[in-house]
């Protein structure tokens, strides 16, 4: 797919995104697509935030059809969304190639017919119908969401140096997640996931934060969303020596992760890789069953994962694609975690570019890449 330049604007990145969604309804046979999913209104409005609440569902549907786009939207969001959220796209409102219709708050925003009349006879497909080609269709990133998804995942990144730089034993898991959600939030980014791992609760591999203290060692971890993209990080902090085994743990970790990288090429299956993770752990010391015992990531972008790697998932990898793999292991005897993760960019030739750097991190060299090793306190 030919890269667009990063100067593109809004109302042409718009345009590229429809187009792809019009071979989507020559593909399917449909008249038109409702998307319905903050991930694909977000990518396909280029970044409007289209939520009232994080854990809300989104406040319009978009109808897409060969001409153009027909949002529905209530009423009491409709100024708001127009002025503010599709203030990029301001050209595409005026000519046309985006139109709002508001409804009633009260209204069944997913009944299209009533707020798009002429929909009544269409042959309309839903997001589920759609789900593999819809993700086929925003899995390669244009060259200015790139450019936007770099950003993000470096200050995110920069973040959490920020906050782990000043922890200390007795911070409070709590006080580190409001910390990192704080700076997120006055960086313009949504903190839709806070993860905060004190070294008493090593065995949890989902810490949401406690008022527990962090300890010897501690993991944060971070998905901050801006412009729709989501940006996915861990960082470990370690206050003095390592314990026996923890350092062993900790490669043996970057190892497969430096093991999967190894597979991504455009094109190859995502249950290829999905094998190749699952030969990576007792390859590099790890129970043959360590991947069953958490989610290992998959694809990255307008949702946490899109799709997550799981046994039957049928997509293929897409050049400039975005992932977010992470591999995680647990060492019973010695009740210890391990776990790394950065959002990166698979490339044409299959290189693997990530995202979340901050130079600042301490880092080690694995399979020649610069990797996040345990900030030392």
Known sequence: MTQQPPQ??????????????AGVLDEIGADGLVLSSEGALSWLLVGARVHISLAGAPILRALVTREGVEIGV?????????????????????????????????????????????????????????????????????????????????????????????????????????????????????????LAQGADRAVHRHPLPTSGPLGRRAMAVVCARRGGLIADVTRWVGFGDPVEGE???????LDVEADIFAALRPGVALVDVLETIRRAYPARGFDPEEWTQHHQGGAAGYQGRDPRVAPGVPDVLHPDQAFAFNPTGFDARRVLGAKVEDTVLMRQDGDVEVLSLDPRWPSIEVAGRDRPATLRR
């Open 8 to 21: 593109m604007s809004p109302t042409a990145e718009l345009a590229a995104k429809h187009r792809r969604l």
């Open 74 to 194: 209530f009423s009491n969001e409709a100024a708001r969304i127009r002025e503010e959220e599709l203030a990029p796209l301001a050209d595409a409102l005026d000519d046309g190639t985006v139109t709002l219709h508001p409804i009633a708050w009260h209204a069944d925003v997913d009944a299209v017919a009533s707020w798009f009349p002429a929909a009544a006879d269409w042959t309309l497909v839903d997001e589920g119908s759609a789900a593999l080609p819809l993700r086929a269709a925003r899995a390669s990133l244009l060259a200015p969401e790139i450019e936007r998804y770099r950003t993000l995942c470096r200050e995110s990144a920069e973040v959490l140096t920020d906050v782990l730089s000043t922890a200390t034993p007795q911070t409070s898991e709590f006080e580190l997640a409001a910390e990192l959600g704080g700076r997120l939030t006055a960086r313009g980014a949504e903190p839709v996931v806070l």
């Open 247 to 253: 350092d062993a743990l900790d490669a043996a970790i």
